[in-house]
C-alpha cells in the first residue's frame, strides 16, 4: 500500500509499505477520507509538539474513516463491508483512568500520528474492532472522518457542563471552534458568541448558528451585554484565554481547548472574586456515539467545514493549505485517490 511518510520537519514521501494485517480483535480499515489537523501541520514544520518528537519516519493524520475490508481473529465475519469513522487512540484498558471510563487520560494511550504510532495519511489502517465506529450512509466520508475533532467539541461541552440556556462565548473560529458553535448550540445553549480575527471564519460561524460575533481585532470579548456562562477557549492565543476568562460571568466555567500558550498570566483576583473554574481537555472519550447522532441528525454540520481535498501524493500541499490560504477550515486527503 502507499503511505504519505513524514522523514523530518518539511519533508514528506510517499513510500510503498506491506498492507497491516488484522490481529485478535483487529479490523482492517481501507481509509477513504483524513482530516488535516493543526496537530499535523505542527509535526510537519517542527517535527515535533512538545515532549512528543518525530525520531523516525512518521505517518500523519489521525481523523480518518473509511470501510473495514477484513476483520482479525474473534471479530463477527459481519463486520466486513461496514463504513466505519476511526476513533484513533488506543487505551490499554486496564489502568485506574481507563477503569473510571476517563480513558483519554491512559498514560499508556496509543494514539494514530504521535510517535511511535503510525497515522491514517495510508491506503490501509489497523484499528481495534471496538474504536471503528459504525456510521449510517446519512454521514459521508469526509464528515465521518471529522467526527473525531466533533469529539472535541463534544468532550469540551461535557467538561464545561453546556446545557438549557447557557451563554456560550467561542474564542478561535477554526474547525474545532465551529464544531464547538453547533454542539454548545445542540447541547442547548441558547446564547453562543464566537470571536476571532478572520472576517471569513467568523461569517461561517454565524451560518452555522452562533447567535452573535466579535471581530478581535475591533472589540474585546468583554465588551458583551450579557457576560457568558461558559468559555470554550479554542485559539490557543494567550491574549485570548485571558480575556475570554475576564469576560466570564460569577461562577463561569472556562474550559481550555486550544493548544499553543506555554504559560500564561492568569487574572487571579477575577478568578477568585467569580469563583470561576477553569479546566484543561485532552481528546475524548465515549464521545463517538453522541457524534454520530449530532451529525446523523442534522444536528451538526461537518460538511460544511471543508475547503479542499487532495490526493495522498499532495500530502505535502494538504499539510500547507493552511499556510497558503487564511481562508482554509479544514481540509480533507483522500488515500484511494
Ligand atoms: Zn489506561
Not at 173 to 197: K, M, N
Not at 257 to 265: P, S, W
Request: hydrophobic share 45%; proline share 7%; with cysteine.
Amino acid at each position: 500500500m502507499r503511505a504519505a511518510v513524514l522523514r523530518g520537519p518539511k519533508d514528506v514521501v510517499i513510500e510503498e509499505r506491506p498492507q497491516p494485517r488484522p490481529g485478535p480483535a483487529e479490523v482492517l480499515v481501507r481509509v477513504h477520507s483524513v482530516g488535516v489537523c493543526g496537530s499535523d501541520t505542527h509535526y510537519y514544520d517542527h517535527g515535533r509538539i512538545g515532549r512528543f518528537v518525530a525520531e523516525d519516519p512518521l505517518v500523519l493524520g489521525h481523523e480518518a474513516s473509511g470501510q473495514i475490508v477484513e476483520v482479525g481473529p474473534g471479530v463477527p465475519a459481519t463486520r466486513a463491508g461496514e463504513r466505519v469513522s476511526v476513533e484513533p487512540g488506543l487505551p490499554d484498558m486496564t489502568c485506574e483512568h481507563c477503569l473510571v471510563g476517563r480513558y483519554n487520560l491512559c498514560p499508556n494511550m496509543r494514539f494514530f500520528a504521535t510517535p511511535p504510532i503510525d497515522g491514517a495519511f495510508a491506503e490501509y489502517v489497523v484499528v481495534h474492532e471496538a474504536f471503528a465506529h459504525p456510521v449510517p450512509d446519512a454521514i459521508g466520508d469526509d464528515a465521518a472522518a471529522l467526527l473525531e475533532p466533533l469529539s472535541v467539541a463534544v468532550w469540551a461541552c461535557r467538561k464545561a457542563g453546556v446545557s438549557a440556556a447557557s451563554r456560550v462565548l467561542v474564542t478561535g473560529a477554526g474547525p474545532i471552534g465551529l464544531a464547538c458553535v453547533q454542539t454548545a448550540l445542540a447541547f442547548g445553549a441558547t446564547e453562543v458568541t464566537v470571536s476571532d480575527v478572520n472576517p471569513r471564519r467568523l461569517a461561517l460561524a454565524e451560518e452555522l448558528g452562533a447567535t452573535a460575533i466579535v471581530h478581535a481585532r475591533k472589540t474585546r470579548v468583554t465588551a458583551q451585554d450579557r457576560a457568558p456562562t461558559v468559555l470554550l477557549e479554542c485559539s490557543g492565543y494567550p491574549p485570548a484565554i485571558v480575556d475570554g476568562i475576564r469576560a466570564l460571568e460569577r461562577a463561569g466555567r472556562a474550559v481550555l481547548v486550544g493548544m499553543g500558550g506555554d504559560e500564561i498570566l492568569l487574572p487571579l483576583a477575577v478568578v477568585q472574586e467569580r469563583e470561576l473554574e477553569i479546566t484543561g481537555t485532552f481528546r475524548y472519550a465515549n464521545t463517538w456515539p453522541t457524534a454520530i447522532a449530532l451529525v446523523a441528525s442534522g444536528r451538526v454540520n461537518l460538511d460544511r467545514l471543508v475547503t479542499g481535498h487532495y490526493r495522498l501524493d499532495q500530502a505535502e500541499e494538504a499539510l500547507t493549505a493552511g499556510h497558503r490560504d487564511e481562508n482554509a477550515v479544514k481540509v480533507i486527503l483522500r488515500p484511494q485517490t
